[in-house]
């Protein structure tokens, strides 16, 4: 693991794949998982570095790094998204894998995890840029991927189009391959349901802590930190159950109403000018400082480590959800819950994506397609069976609902690798 940490305002931040071992770690304890175990679950199979040489549209020629990381397939094939960000490292990139083999695990999906990303800026690139680097990308891990092996999905700044292109130059070298990937367009094989997934399956989870804590949905509110697919579309779940969403924020700046934003006028802003900052009949603020503002529900949707030293003691949320990989730097979780704010963790919340992906994937291998009602109705079931099993176990082991989580998780795959064999 890399010794150096990174730094936001002089405060020390942990990448992803330090943060997730610390989790790790802190459930391997509880459970008295044996070193050999622990060592062969921390290490990811498989670590592929590739380098995308892409002409540009104005005919330079660019080379880029890309990776894919196969953490663990004890339980099933790889599973995993793609991103495309400037800051995408080998070191995020691990570690956004690990968690994504707890996720599946925890969610009790037949899958192990996996990541990957290029390092760009999409925001600087053509539409025929992006085709072309998504293909060369494609090309140079197409024997790594598969639908029994390897499946990956829109992470990201990516989507259904990447995704399209993924899936066209696979299957150009392996014949027609609709489950290479999950999050295509309706017309591939795609499920409609899939763009709003992730922030359906995190509405399902901040609803039915409301219930159990007595709070009915008209009459709570929400902040959520990053107004991207996550969080756009949470926005929206939210909404339609009562809630008043009273900030949103992107890399832009922050929008704030207490009485409750108009969703559907924020988002339609944000389509018109790429922000939401300037919104009309609201307050723009700085992004940061929408987590001091007074609420229930606190729910960073953007990137790892959003909550850190150097603002957590602004928070005043009754309970934190992690719609975002990695939100709470791993230091400060234990300091917002001595606070008596808990936090429900990523592996939890964020898990409908690729649930839906799972539903995505059977029906392509089996060539019979579920109605949305159906999507909808087992992609809740997941959510919540999850939920009970993740606050049953906290509860029995008095720990976090992270250590609970992590626990349940890695039992499974060390369950899972025991049986199948080391050797």
Known sequence: MADEVKKTRGYRLLNCEQSSRVHFDKAANRLGLDEQMR????????????HLPVVRDD???CVLEGYRVQHNNARGPFKGGIRYHSEVSMEDIRGLAAWMTWKTALLDLP???????VTCDPKQLSLAELERITRKYTQAIGFDIGPHQDIPAPDVNTDEN???????EYSKIHGYSPAVVTGKP????????????????ASFIVEKWAKDNGMKMNETTAVIQGFGNVGHNLAFCLQDMGCRVIAVSDTGAGVVNRDGLDIDAVFEHKEKTGSVAGCPGVETVDRENIFGLECDFLIPSALQNAIHGGNYRNVRAKVIFEAANGPTCPVIEPRLIRKGIPVVPDILVNSGGVVVSYFEWVQNLQQFNWDEDKVYNELKKKMIDAYDAVFGKAEEEKCSLRTAAYMIAIAKVAATARTRGIY
């Open 39 to 50: 060592n062969w679950l921390r290490i990811p199979l498989r670590e592929i570095r590739v």
């Open 162 to 168: 990447v995704m399209a292109w993924i899936m066209d």
């Open 186 to 201: 309706v017309d591939l094989g795609g499920l409609a349901i899939r763009k709003e997934a992730t922030g359906l399956g």
């Open 111 to 117: 899958y192990g995890g996996a990541k990957g990303g």
């Open 59 to 61: 005919g330079n020629l």
